[in-house]
């Protein structure tokens, strides 16, 4: 078992910037990759974007390619989703997940077997 704890979200305006922690419990995630998602307000689950299990290698959803970031510090089990040049659009819900099938990161959801609750972003003025 799994457990993933999101913090930071929080009101934003746009433009600006926002750092999201992924905290993992119950098992280290040095061996596996993981993922943020979003849920935008009467929208579908959105691939935000993913990373492999050692840091090098990221991939990000068309949306937010060049003003995200994912990063991870194994040794503390956390991961982080940093946000930038934020607008209307990046508002919802952000969820971290974790494959623990595989070291490398992907965009396909249904690869991610644990989910954690989640962490609202509002971007408004």
């Known amino acids: 078992q799994v457990r993933l704890i999101e913090s930071g979200g929080k009101l934003v305006q746009p433009g600006g910037s926002l750092r999201l922690s992924c905290k993992a419990y119950g098992r280290t995630i040095s061996n596996y990759a993981m993922g943020w998602f979003r849920r935008a307000p009467g929208k579908g689950r959105e691939f935000v974007g993913s990373?492999?299990?050692?840091?090098?290698?990221?991939q990000y959803g068309d949306s937010v390619r060049g003003r995200f970031t994912i990063s991870r510090v194994n040794a503390e089990n956390i991961v982080y989703l940093d946000m930038s040049r934020l607008n209307s659009e990046d508002t919802g819900l952000y969820y971290c997940?974790?494959?623990?099938?595989?070291?490398?990161?992907?965009?396909?959801?249904?690869?991610?077997?644990?989910w954690g609750q989640g962490t609202v972003v509002i971007v408004s003025s």
């Open positions: 997940a974790i494959d623990t099938d595989s070291r490398w990161s992907t965009y396909d959801a249904d690869n991610y077997d644990y």
């Open positions: 990373i492999n299990y050692e840091g090098s290698h990221a």
